[in-house]
């Protein structure tokens, strides 16, 4: 990785400003790969809600996703060596809601086998309850 590269000759040139900076810009380097992921999981858990709900109906299939889902939301969002977790809930709740068009985009693809536009879903199903069920699991969710 060029990045630890760089790092060792700033330490080694005893530049601890720039090696704490090149540190910083590798740590949200490291979080902004951790949103994708989550973000992944989190579109995955989110289509299947909305057809859920949208369809009254929830199949084994669909839970084997929503499972899926939030175990890889936990593992994702966990620090392993520090401890915690990169995502705070108010930084998972807008992850929530900043995923939630694209899944209803997604879902409707899906639920009523593609017959309803994501407008027509999205008229079917409460949005606001669907976006705190999905943040509600996954804070509570454990291993």
Same mark, same amino acid.
């Given at each position: 990785?060029?990045?630890?590269?760089?790092?060792?000759?700033?330490? #080694?040139?005893?530049?601890?400003?720039?090696?704490?900076?090149?540190?910083?810009e590798m740590d949200e380097m490291a979080k902004d790969d951790k949103?994708? /992921?989550i973000e992944s999981f989190l579109t995955v858990l989110l289509v &299947?809600?909305?057809?859920?709900?949208?369809?009254?109906?929830?199949?084994?299939?669909?839970?084997?996703?929503?499972? &899926?889902?939030?175990? %890889?939301?936990?593992?994702?969002?966990?620090?392993?060596?520090? %401890?915690?977790?990169?995502?705070?809930? +108010? #930084?998972?709740?807008?992850?929530?809601?900043? @995923?939630?068009?694209?899944?209803?985009? #997604?879902?409707? #693809?899906?639920?009523?086998?593609?017959?309803?536009?994501?407008?027509?879903?999205?008229?079917?199903? +409460?949005?606001?309850a669907i976006k705190q069920d999905a943040l509600e699991r996954i804070? @509570?969710? /454990?291993?």
């Amino acid at each position: 990785m060029e990045e630890l590269e760089i790092l060792r000759k700033l330490v #080694e040139e005893q530049d601890y400003s720039g090696a704490l900076t090149l540190i910083d810009e590798m740590d949200e380097m490291a979080k902004d790969d951790k949103i994708t /992921k989550i973000e992944s999981f989190l579109t995955v858990l989110l289509v &299947h809600l909305i057809k859920q709900k949208a369809e009254g109906r929830m199949t084994s299939s669909w839970q084997r996703a929503v499972n &899926h889902s939030l175990n %890889g939301i936990y593992k994702a969002n966990k620090r392993r060596n520090a %401890g915690g977790f990169y995502l705070k809930p +108010d #930084e998972l709740r807008d992850a929530v809601d900043e @995923s939630f068009g694209f899944s209803l985009q #997604e879902a409707s #693809e899906e639920a009523f086998a593609g017959v309803y536009s994501a407008q027509q879903l999205a008229e079917m199903v +409460d949005a606001d309850a669907i976006k705190q069920d999905a943040l509600e699991r996954i804070l @509570s969710y /454990k291993i």
